[in-house]
């Protein structure tokens, strides 16, 4: 052989070793100590790496390969089970090609063209399998390495929404049923989680997949039963006494023994359907409470599952189609501060640019100065960074392993880094804030402007972050009235702005002008007063002078506000130079509306102080759209299902709350019928 070959092979070979190790080093971090290194995009790409050189040069393959097992050997404080049947996991797809591919696989090997899938979520959680005996649990064990795992039945025992006995006629029970599921916490309970975490001076969770294999796996199992464990069920492993044709039928008979099936299952479609159910996953991803990465596609036929089989790892009747991940790991560049509208300090971190979720992120908030010592953040880290949503993105956590000893502590700078005033620290609740007690400071009002015309709020299309910026810069901006006020003639001469856009900018603020009494008090970016509290507020309230001139005692009756809110209420509108604002914006011909519903006391209006629950997804209307109608109508719109329960509006895909619905005995509306009934009263 050539050298020059040799030296490749060579090259190729520690490349192949070198992932084989890391990846079996990230892996027992992820599976076994819960603390990872990396995101789980970043390990994907290794393996996926791994897997090219091993498929083109099996030489350099070898049995403890980390592309020849599924996750890790279990934890040695536990007892450990065999599975009855291996717990594999799933192949990735990345893109629609690789679905595709799939689909042209299964159409192969069973030559035949109407395949149908059952299509499901991707929860990000931990894997187990429950197994009952009689219709009672009788054991619970974790994936492990996919043939073993850990013993975690009493941990287990402590999650309220797995059945410690199967629902239904025991004479219809299996005799024996292994269940496959999901353990999670969802998003509020995680974020509660960490709170309290912090409080107490722990360490806190990476994520939520990480809070839950944490709390699963703890020795002593009345830890476990203090942390907000859920399920949601997606599968079988060994059966006995009953058969299932399909894996929408499977899933529906688990849901009648009493396990949680999560709702956004797509069952029976063709390969069409199941692209185009993954755009709407995606969009739907950010409005779950749980976290997902991505969605499940499995033939849905079990005789059709049986004949395409398995290979090492994974089914060949299944794949994962992931999302664009959310968590990254990337470099502390610097830390600097930026000034809020109420002068409040906040850090941010500047970050080597990466891309999370499908945006390229290079800012992330750190809090306060507080949660940078907690977390112990240092310019030069390499940090766990994550993007949920439109919400801003966070550091998560510093990689501490990673860290060269050059690394630089952050210091809260002593003056404004706009108006050089002192900075004050603030004592707020359980932590400290930095504040420029400068109300002239030119960052706050630009900050206060911002708020002041946003979407929420007076709602000025064309009056963007950066227009904004250049009009206080030029001094055409000094109060929230100096909007009212400006003239197409001088806006027309700014950059960015021609005859056109001002034009449209001033035509813009005109209509503006005519604003709901909640929405101009929420604009006036009153301290603790978000759209819910000036939505309470404005409800108790007539006109705005009555708001001005009542006390807190007076505002803290309302139910929903707090002394706080109340508080910055009153203080805010006893300050003489805010009363000069507001007299100024209504003297520019701005003109308050009251938006209460306006209830039809007819007794035509079946809806009028009628309990209704909204589910599902309406063609005609949105959610929203369908709930606030309701509201004018006088109905007391809920999210859960009672016996207090008037009516379900339900769309399509219901979900869970159908069924208790018809379980409860409310009357369910359906859109054709909800919509006609609308008829008349719109």
């Known amino acids: 052989m050539p050298k020059k070959c040799v030296r490749m092979n060579d090259a190729i070979r520690k490349e192949a070793r070198r992932l084989q190790k890391e990846l079996t080093e990230h892996s027992y971090q992820y599976h076994v100590l819960d603390d990872p290194l990396i995101s789980d995009s970043e390990y994907d790409d290794m393996l996926k790496k791994l897997i090219e050189i091993e498929e083109n040069f099996p030489e350099f393959s070898s049995p403890d390969s980390p592309t020849k097992r599924v996750g890790a050997p279990p934890l040695t404080g536990f007892q ?180 949680p099936v999560n709702p956004h299952i797509l069952p029976g479609v063709t390969i069409g359907s199941v692209l185009k159910f993954y755009k709407e996953l995606e969009a739907l991803r950010e409005d779950l409470a749980y976290e997902i990465d991505g969605m499940v596609i499995k033939v849905d036929d079990i005789f059709f599952q049986r004949q395409l089989g398995e290979k090492i790892k994974s089914p060949r009747w299944a794949i994962a189609y992931k999302f664009a991940a959310m968590q990254k790991t990337t470099l502390i560049k610097d830390i600097i501060v930026q000034v809020g509208r109420t002068g409040v300090i906040t850090p941010v971190a500047i970050l080597e640019p990466v891309n999370i979720g499908g945006a390229m992120v290079s800012r992330a908030t750190l809090h306060n100065e507080d949660e940078i010592k907690r977390k112990d953040i240092r310019i030069g880290d390499i940090a766990l960074v994550m993007r949920a949503g439109d919400v801003i993105p966070k550091v998560v956590k510093i990689i501490e392993s990673r860290r060269k000893g050059d690394e630089v502590p952050f210091e809260m700078p002593g003056h404004c880094p706009v108006c050089h005033s002192k900075i004050e620290k603030i004592k707020l609740d359980k ?138 209420v009153c203080r805010f509108f006893s300050n003489f130079e805010n009363q000069m604002n507001i007299k100024n914006i209504i003297a520019q011909g701005v003109i308050l509306t009251n938006d209460q519903p306006i209830i039809i006391e007819s007794f035509e209006n079946i809806f009028n102080n009628k309990r209704i629950v909204l589910t599902g997804t309406l063609q005609s209307m949105t959610r929203s759209e369908a709930k606030k109608i309701l509201e004018n109508l006088g109905a007391d719109i809920t999210s859960s299902i009672s016996s207090k329960t008037d009516f379900l509006i339900a769309g399509e895909q219901a979900g869970s709350k159908l069924e208790k619905a018809e379980k409860a005995g409310v009357q369910i509306l359906d859109e054709t019928r909800f919509t006609a009934m609308l008829k008349d009263y719109l």
């Open 80 to 259: 450990q089970a065999l599975h009855s049947i291996p717990m594999l996991s799933l192949d990735n797809a990345f893109k629609d090609e690789d679905v595709l591919d799939f689909h042209k696989r299964i159409v192969k090997n069973l030559n035949r063209e109407d395949i149908l899938y059952t299509i499901e979520p991707k929860l990000d959680g931990v894997a187990v399998e429950l197994k009952y005996e009689n219709g009672i649990l009788v054991q619970a064990i974790t994936r492990g390495d996919a043939i073993t795992g850990e013993v975690v039945t009493q941990n287990v025992r402590t999650i309220r929404s797995v059945p410690l006995k199967l629902h239904g006629d025991k004479r219809k029970m299996p005799s024996l049923l292994e269940v496959r599921g999901e353990v999670i916490i969802r998003l509020p309970d995680f974020l509660q989680l960490n709170k309290i975490r912090l409080e107490q001076g722990e360490t806190i969770f990476a994520n939520p997949r990480n809070a839950a294999a944490g709390s699963l796996r703890q020795l002593d199992s009345k830890i476990t039963a203090t942390r907000p464990l859920d399920i949601f069920v997606y599968g079988t492993g060994l059966v006995e006494g009953i058969s299932f044709q399909s894996q929408a039928q499977m899933l529906l008979a688990l849901k009648k023994f009493g396990f």
């Open 431 to 568: 932590s400290n804030i930095n504040k420029c007690v400068n109300t002239s400071c030119q960052a706050q009002l630009k900050q206060r402007i911002r708020h002041f015309v946003s979407k929420k709020a007076f709602d000025i299309d064309g009056l963007g972050n950066k227009i904004v910026d250049q009009l206080v810069d030029e001094g055409m901006l000094l109060s929230f009235a100096d909007v009212f006020s400006l003239e197409k003639e001088k806006l027309a001469l700014l950059d960015r702005l021609a005859q056109k856009s001002a034009f449209n900018l001033i035509q813009a603020i005109e209509k503006s002008k005519i604003i709901s009494l909640r929405r101009f008090v929420y604009a006036l970016g009153i301290d603790h007063t978000g759209e819910n509290a000036a939505k309470l507020i404005s409800e108790q309230f007539s006109n705005l002078s009555d708001i001005m001139e009542t006390s807190e005692e007076r505002l803290i009756q309302i139910n929903g506000i707090g002394p706080e809110t109340a508080s910055s």
